[in-house]
């Protein structure tokens, strides 16, 4: 499939400088997001993945269809103050400032394999945020999963030696 073809490029979003990729036109085509959701679980199916991790928001919007998908659970990363439980928190650099998120103490029990999926790859910043808060609580990150990366941000090389899988790279 022509994946870069299904994502809109839109300039100075969310501020000047920024070229935001736009995953809305994936998601409103049902045969492209199927097959991106299908080609993001052949990658993993093999794995024995417990959990699938997705950050707010659009990581809830890949992540738990392919938890669904993997018959595996979900686990939510939300921004501060939309979690009711007991929680762990993190700060992280992105690719236009700094951010907050937090992930319940519970969410993840010792020794679970875990996935991390989310729509973007960018500086690699939110995704080491989340490895972070997962092996602080006692899990195993053995992958992670991605609609688009943006090579020339880096984020392979912030998240280290950790399996990465991106559908489309710009």
Avoid: C
Avoid at 5 to 13: A, E, G, T
Avoid at 62 to 88: D, H, T
Avoid at 141 to 148: N, P, S, W
Avoid at 151 to 170: A, C, F, H, N, T
């Amino acid at each position: 499939m022509e994946w870069d073809n299904l994502i809109r490029s839109v300039y100075d979003f969310p501020k000047k400088g920024i070229q935001f990729r736009d995953i809305t036109t994936l998601l409103k085509n049902g045969p492209a997001l199927r097959e991106a959701i299908d080609t993001l679980v052949d990658i993993y199916k093999d794995e024995r993945i417990d959990l699938v991790v997705g950050p707010e928001a659009r990581g809830f919007l890949v992540g738990a269809p392919v938890a669904y998908a993997l018959g595996s659970g979900f686990a939510p990363v939300r921004k501060p103050g939309k979690l009711p439980a007991e929680k762990l928190s993190y700060e992280y650099s992105l690719e236009y400032g700094t951010d907050k998120l937090e992930m319940h103490l519970d969410a993840i029990a010792p020794g679970q394999r875990v996935l991390v999926a989310d729509d973007l790859l960018a500086t690699g910043g939110t995704t080491k945020a989340v490895i972070e808060m997962i092996e602080k609580l006692g899990g195993k990150v053995v992958g992670t999963a991605f609609l688009i990366e943006l090579s020339e941000l880096k984020g392979r090389e912030l998240i280290g030696d950790y399996p990465v899988y991106s559908l489309i790279v710009y």
